[in-house]
Nanobody, 115 residues
């Protein structure tokens, strides 16, 4: 079993930055893919960025060049650095870990970008 805890959300003005963290516990941190998703009010949950155990990354077109996903395996933590934030980035951000045992979600952290 894997437990994920997100942190780092908050209120920021447009153009500002935030760094989200996703701390994992309860199982090995190897051989997985970790992703950040977000859900804006009234919308479905959308994929934002992914990172593999080997460090390969992928991003949604809407965040390319502004967001960076990274992982620290020693700390069992994945980060999402968000720069040049826009009001349309406002959402609850969720961390997801997939491994051979299943798919696991955190509780989410709210990001609000004011114009």
């Amino acid at each position: 079993q894997v437990q994920l805890v997100e942190s780092g959300g908050g209120l920021v003005q447009a153009g500002g930055s935030l760094r989200l963290s996703c701390a994992a516990s309860g199982s090995t941190f190897s051989n997985n893919v970790i992703a950040w998703y977000r859900r804006a009010p009234g919308n479905q949950r959308d994929l934002v960025a992914t990172i593999s155990s080997g460090g390969s990354t992928d991003y949604a077109d809407s965040v390319k060049g502004r967001f960076t996903i990274a992982r620290d395996n020693a700390k069992r933590t994945v980060y999402l650095q968000m720069n040049s934030l826009k009001p349309e980035d406002t959402a609850v951000y969720y961390c997801n870990l997939k491994n051979i045992l299943g798919s696991y979600w955190g509780q989410g952290t709210q990001v609000t970008v004011s114009s």
